[in-house]
Nanobody
């Protein structure tokens, strides 16, 4: 059974940092893509970082330079390092997984990922 456990959210001040963790189990870690999405109230869930063995690391321009993603295959865990947080980063953050296919990170959307963690709230105060 595929399981994803997200953790690390919390309340942080404008300009602060957080590291989210996504611990995965139930699948061959290296064969899958792990992505982080976020969803603010009233808005759609959007991909904000992604990693797999083929594409490497993908971070969209919207958060590039502030967010980065890394994986530890020994721990089956993917991390989202967020720096320079802004109030507009406030959202529920989800990790998701899917068996890798070409350019899933570059073009994938919410519907392309079949496995989801429970979400962790990130709140950035001004």
């Amino acid at each position: 059974e595929v399981q994803l456990q997200a953790s690390g959210g919390g309340l942080v001040q404008d300009g602060g940092s957080l590291r989210l963790s996504c611990e995965a189990s139930g699948f061959a870690f290296d064969d899958y893509t792990i992505a982080w999405f976020r969803q603010a109230p009233g808005k759609e869930r959007k991909l904000i970082s992604c990693i797999n063995s083929g594409e490497g690391i993908y971070v969209p321009d919207s958060v590039k330079g502030r967010f980065t993603i890394a994986s530890d295959s020994a721990k089956n865990t993917v991390y989202l390092e967020m720096n320079g947080l802004k109030p507009e980063d406030t959202a529920v953050y989800f990790c998701a997984a899917e068996r890798s296919w070409d350019e899933i990170c570059a073009v994938g959307t919410r519907s392309d990922f079949g496995y989801w963690g429970q979400g962790t709230q990130v709140t950035v105060s001004s």
